[in-house]
């Protein structure tokens, strides 16, 4: 399966990144990373440096994709530009009281991309 | 959270609750003070809780997962009541601090014991002990959906302060 990841630096992103590494393996997914601009918290060529030292460790070949402009948008458009099976984002953020809470990418993914949506927790 | 604004003006103050009163199904009700000793009662109270009733993942539905969340929350910072009847709670709101010195709020009340006037109850309880702890500033979200608590918050005073997000985010000035 041709599957796309779109994470920003958050922690969420990160966890999101684990589990499709774990997943690609088992299945033979292949797989793609999109670095997101989400938030000024995180510098995008940060965030990729991270991601590529993740990717290498694993031992998984991946193709990593640096996104600028309006992220949510940006994801669904390459995802159905280069003919995704699927999307991959991560599960959100949680407040202080333990609630989830969906980023704005997410909400604009689920409900705006073509392409079948996989959210992890 | 950024972006969040709270209404200008705080809000009058609340009554003091009764520590027992009737609810709507005639059941004597006790509002007590509550906190880290009442950690087991809270971990029973919540596996009983209707997993169909949970909010935006909370509480977790099995036992280990709301003893973790549970520890998260019942800090010495945290405030909390407890609505109990017949000696076991049944129902639970706090305020837990966020990084910006404002407190998140959220309240709980098992399926049998809804649309009674517990909630009410808690809430002002929940909230003129907030007031008197020196806490200024209170929020909470909510589904867009659930209409009575969102006129339950209303009532009290929160005011919209972000419609942006997936959740309507809520909040209340409690004082200067």
Redesign the interface.
């Known amino acids: 399966m041709k599957v796309l990841l779109g994470m920003g630096g958050s922690p969420d992103g990160f966890d999101a990144l684990e589990e499709t590494l774990d997943r690609a393996r088992q299945a033979g997914d292949d797989l793609t990373v999109a670095v997101l601009d989400t938030s000024e918290d995180y510098d995008v060529d940060e965030v990729e440096a991270k991601v590529r030292e993740r990717l290498d460790e694993a031992g998984v070949e991946t193709e990593i994709h640096t996104l600028s402009g309006h992220p949510g948008s940006q994801l669904s458009q390459l995802a159905e530009r280069e003919g995704f099976d699927r999307i991959v984002i991560g599960g959100g953020q ?9 980023g ?1 990418v997410a ?1 604009f993914v689920l409900l705006n991309a073509d392409t079948t949506v996989t959210l992890v927790r | 959270m950024t972006g969040r604004t709270y209404p200008d003006e705080p809000v009058d103050s609340f009554p003091d609750p009764p520590l027992s009163f009737t609810d709507g199904e005639g059941r004597e009700i006790r509002i007590e003070r509550s906190g880290i000793d009442d950690f087991e009662e809270l971990v029973e109270m919540y596996d009983r809780f209707d997993p169909a009733d949970r909010a935006q993942g909370i509480p977790p539905v099995k036992e280990e997962a709301i003893r973790e969340w549970l520890d998260e929350l019942l800090t010495e910072e945290s405030v909390n009541v407890l609505a109990v009847h017949d000696g076991t709670p049944v129902g639970h709101a706090i305020l837990v601090p966020d990084r910006e010195e404002a407190f998140e709020l959220a309240v709980f009340v098992l399926d049998d014991y809804q649309s009674a006037g517990i909630g009410t109850r808690l809430l002002e309880a929940l909230l003129g002990y907030g007031k008197e702890a020196g806490i200024e500033h209170v929020w909470l979200t909510v589904e867009r959906w659930n209409e009575s608590a969102i006129a339950l918050y209303e009532k009290l005073g929160f005011e919209t302060s972000n419609a942006e997000s997936f959740e309507l985010e809520m909040a209340i000035r409690l004082g200067d």
């Open positions: 949680r407040s202080p009281m333990g609630k989830i809470e969906l704005e909400e």
